[in-house]
């Protein structure tokens, strides 16, 4: 009996020692939680940092009725932000996104035969932003189109955003908006 009492306390012993080893007063200590690797904050308002990169920029004049294009190359997939802005409100401007060396002549853009992964026709918001999330990596070619008769200025951006970045802020209509332009075909497409 006594070898049994002995054990019984070295049990004790252990199981005391343990749990003082856990926090001293018998209580388990917490462990503070992090955040994944890759991610800030604190749990469980953990977040992936935001990276933006201009994947292009660009700015001039597009002649009237005509559709100007360039290819370019986004490195990662991500959210794709396009900020296109150009001079005169009361222009009709559109913007597209195909797959590189695709969309080449003017009778497929006119018939909308191209593969558009972004098709933006004229509307009143200016600058037009637009934002396309989980957007793949690979070559693209964007188009520009000016619908109005007039010679327009614009200026071109696009921003691969990755992590959690604010959505990409639209300006609201001006007060002098025009209704929705009417597409029309158009004359020529051009390099930019």
Do not use: H
């Not at 690797?37 to 749990?43: C, H, K, L, R, S």
């Not at 004229?122 to 189109?145: D, Q, V």
């Amino acid at each position: 009996m006594r070898t049994a009492q002995m054990l019984k306390g070295a049990a004790t012993a252990a199981t005391i020692a343990v749990l003082g080893a856990c926090g001293g007063d018998g209580n388990p200590t917490t462990v503070p939680q992090t955040c994944p690797a890759g991610q800030v904050g604190t749990p469980p308002d953990c977040r992936t940092p935001c990276t933006q990169s201009k994947v292009y920029s660009d700015s001039g004049g597009i002649p009237g009725s005509f559709v100007m294009f360039d290819d370019f190359s986004v490195p990662d997939t991500g959210r794709l932000d396009v900020t296109l802005d150009w001079t005169n409100a009361s222009s009709a401007v559109g913007f597209y996104l195909v797959p590189a060396n695709t969309c080449n002549t003017i009778e497929d853009f006119n018939a909308r035969n191209c593969n558009f992964l972004i098709q933006s026709e004229p509307s009143s918001m200016k600058p037009r932003k637009i934002s396309t999330p989980n957007f793949s990596a690979g070559n693209y070619r964007w188009l520009i189109a000016n619908f109005s008769e007039e010679q327009e200025s614009v200026s071109l951006q696009i921003v691969l955003s990755k992590g959690d970045c604010p959505a990409l802020a639209s300006v609201p209509p001006s007060a002098a908006e025009r209704p929705d332009a009417p597409v029309r075909n158009l004359r020529s497409l051009q390099p930019f």
